[in-house]
């Protein structure tokens, strides 16, 4: 662990998927809007006037349905293309900022960067509100940045900087007096604290531990012995001691699971292989970003838990691959094989997946002796090939069966999509 002051700097989204939409339709801008799950289950994201009306993240659509009639709450259906895109962009904005090992990409729409070596150079506070004004103005996207000793201070200031006006978006905890910045954590609970949440939260109430202020004055030992050394670390973050580094480079996945809800019930065991080679499509596509090979396959059913009127049927099945693979064909025919054994006739099925587990690293793995390498060459040439016509084309050109042709009984209902604004098909047209 590092005792030295470090500095860094998160930069968030605010209401990430209301505000992509909100920049390509300006006629959702004031007006409660949510943005709904897969299958247009629940929100997943809200604007603040959606939030004002008392909306709670994840509530399923069908619970708020009275709030959205009566206030004309604008529904719509996740558009991932659409996000994925503008938070490629706005990670590439602050890219520019600092070196590649200076940046963490953290989700989609926050991102930490390391300023040390730039706080002798630059006002941080004005460089702040650059980063801010840029990506709004190159982008649209309105950003709250919380600068702070450490990773959790920064989360705590950017937290600041979006609940209180005064702030204007920018909050430098490491500049802020400390009386001040002892004020402001005094009234925020300690729930807010990043890595403490719902989990620990009520535990530490119980000790008297109400707030972020009285966290950053216990003692960092004696929270890791009645927690854990997450606990203790995050403890000494608010002490200002960084203990948590940046990962410039994300940690590989421990497993990859692909999985929906259907549409519609679904009882046909076609209709489950063209969804179940969907799904291991994308989990590998996944797997070789991530330059891993699964060693274990599962695949599970479900039917729909919250029907009454019908048995809940779920079942898993799953094999330990005789040769590590990244290959689509290898992994889609062991899928289907494992289908067949969890698929039971009549049951109306709501959902499946596949897992890909025991993952372990591409580059480092040797095969064995008597494995049949010709084989795991030829497949890597085809994958190399099956890749580069959904770089060259788009994914739908080719595929395991028929799972990219239209109007599939089993995919998630979307009704009120967006369109993708980055295809020819969706892009912006001016009438002259």
Not at 145 to 169: D, L, Q, S, W, Y
Not at 192 to 218: A, F, I, P, Q, Y
Not at 366 to 378: K, M, N, R, V, Y
Request: proline share 4%.
């Amino acid at each position: 662990m590092k005792s030295k002051q470090e500095i860094y700097a998160l930069i968030d989204v605010n209401n990430c998927y209301v505000s992509c939409e909100r920049l390509f339709n300006p006629s959702l801008i004031n007006k409660p809007v949510i943005v709904l799950s897969n299958n247009d289950g629940c929100a997943v994201a809200r604007s603040q006037e959606a939030k004002d009306l008392g909306i709670k993240m994840g509530v399923p659509l069908f619970k708020i349905r009275d709030i959205v009639e009566q206030h004309n709450v604008q529904v719509l259906s996740s558009n991932y293309a659409l996000y994925a895109e503008m938070s490629h962009r706005f990670h590439s904005i602050l890219g520019q900022y600092v070196a590649p090992d200076e940046q963490e990409i953290y989700s989609i729409d926050e991102c930490f960067l390391k300023l040390t070596a730039y706080a002798e150079h630059y006002d941080l506070d004005d460089l702040a509100r650059e980063m801010k004004e840029r990506i709004l103005k190159w982008i649209g996207l309105p950003v709250c940045v919380g600068i702070g000793r450490t990773k959790t201070e920064a989360k705590i200031a950017n937290h600041m900087a979006k609940k209180a006006k005064r702030f204007n978006g920018v909050c430098n905890l490491v500049d802020m007096d400390s009386r001040h910045r002892e004020h402001f954590w005094g009234i925020i609970e300690v729930s807010e604290v990043w890595g403490v949440g719902r989990k620990h939260s009520k535990r530490l109430n119980d000790m008297g531990v109400n707030t972020v202020l009285d966290l950053s004055k216990c003692s960092p030992h004696q929270i890791g012995k009645l927690f854990s050394s997450v606990m203790q670390r995050t403890v000494m973050e608010l002490q200002g001691i960084s203990c948590i580094e940046l990962e410039d480079t994300p940690p590989p996945k421990k497993q990859i699971v692909a999985s929906r809800s259907f549409g519609e019930k679904i009882t046909d065991i076609g209709d489950m292989r063209e969804a179940i080679c969907k799904y291991i499509q994308d989990a590998v596509k996944r797997l070789r970003e991530d330059g891993s090979l699964c060693g274990t396959l599962i695949v599970f059913v479900q039917s729909n838990p919250f029907d009454k009127n019908v048995p809940y049927y779920g079942k898993s099945t799953s094999i330990d691959l005789p040769e590590p693979s990244d290959s689509v064909t290898v992994l889609a025919r062991y899928s289907l094989k494992l289908l067949d054994q969890v698929y039971k006739p009549g049951i109306q099925f709501k959902k499946c997946g596949v897992m890909l587990s025991d993952l372990i690293d591409k580059d480092k793995y040797i095969p064995e002796l008597f494995a049949d390498h010709d084989a795991i060459e030829i497949n890597e040439r085809l994958m190399q090939a099956y890749e580069h016509i959904h770089k060259k084309f788009g994914k739908t050109k080719i595929s395991i069966g028929t799972c990219y042709l239209p109007n599939r009984k089993w995919i998630g209902k979307r009704a009120n999509a967006s369109r993708n604004y980055f295809s020819i098909e969706g892009m912006l047209t001016i009438d002259m």
